[in-house]
């Protein structure tokens, strides 16, 4: 299985009649994805943006927005043909375990998805000390928690409730263990925080879910 993650951005004042759209093709939609291979997903927003999360049966997945959507994204410069595209792939840089089989997942199990900021110059300190994290202690939090980035924002997936999740064996090892005991310590000045949350300032804010196929 191979879980993906990916980003879009709606044209303004347009939320409502995209949600409408969407709505209306998604018998559709949901086929054609079933189709190119998709196993599972989830679709977020937090203002126009949108965050998307896929587990698909294969390494290959092409996939687009409904017709009756497209006129309301914007587009995204940058693809490997060099046309403009209505979505991005974002970069795995963290996932604690290898997620679930499809078939294992509970029907009602709660889908989350979270976003945060990170600030330009901790960027690569970010991913170096999640990338030893997990590879030197995976499945030590939530098998199905997985963090993508694109820019400087990062998009986190989790499910719960999920089975208790206990240390894996360690994937890889250096000469000296690099994941540090104080670890939400350290990752706090990495983040750029929201203020617009109930608390005030935070770091990762909990997004609405839209859909889940």
Not at 4 to 16: C, D, I, P, V
Not at 87 to 108: F, K, N, Q, T, W
Not at 193 to 205: F, M, R, S, Y
Request: charged share 25%; hydrophobic share 35%; aromatic share 12%.
């Amino acid at each position: 299985m191979k879980r993906r993650m990916y980003r879009a951005q709606l044209k303004e004042r347009t939320k409502e009649k995209f949600v409408l759209a969407l709505e209306e093709s998604l018998s559709e939609w949901r086929q054609e994805l079933q189709r190119q291979g998709m196993l599972a997903g989830s679709l977020f927003e937090k203002g126009d943006s949108l965050f998307l999360y896929f587990e698909t049966a294969g390494e290959s997945f092409k996939w687009e927005w409904p017709a009756a959507c497209r006129a309301m994204l914007e587009t995204w410069p940058g693809g490997s043909d060099g046309t403009s595209r209505l979505v991005v792939p974002m970069l795995d840089i963290y996932h604690d375990g290898e997620g679930e089989s499809p078939e294992a997942r509970c029907e009602d199990r709660e889908r989350i998805g979270s976003l945060a900021r990170l600030k330009p110059e901790m960027y690569g300190s970010y991913i170096f000390y999640h990338y030893a994290k997990q590879e030197e202690t995976p499945n030590s939090f939530n098998p199905t928690y997985m963090i993508g980035a694109h820019e400087e924002v990062i998009f986190s997936y989790h499910e719960r409730p999920v089975s208790a999740s206990a240390s894996g064996v360690t994937r890889r090892t250096w000469p000296a263990p690099i994941t540090p005991d104080n670890w939400h310590d350290l990752m706090r000045p990495h983040f750029i925080p929201w203020t617009d949350g109930e608390q005030g300032a935070e770091l990762w804010v909990k997004m609405n879910a839209l859909l889940t196929l």
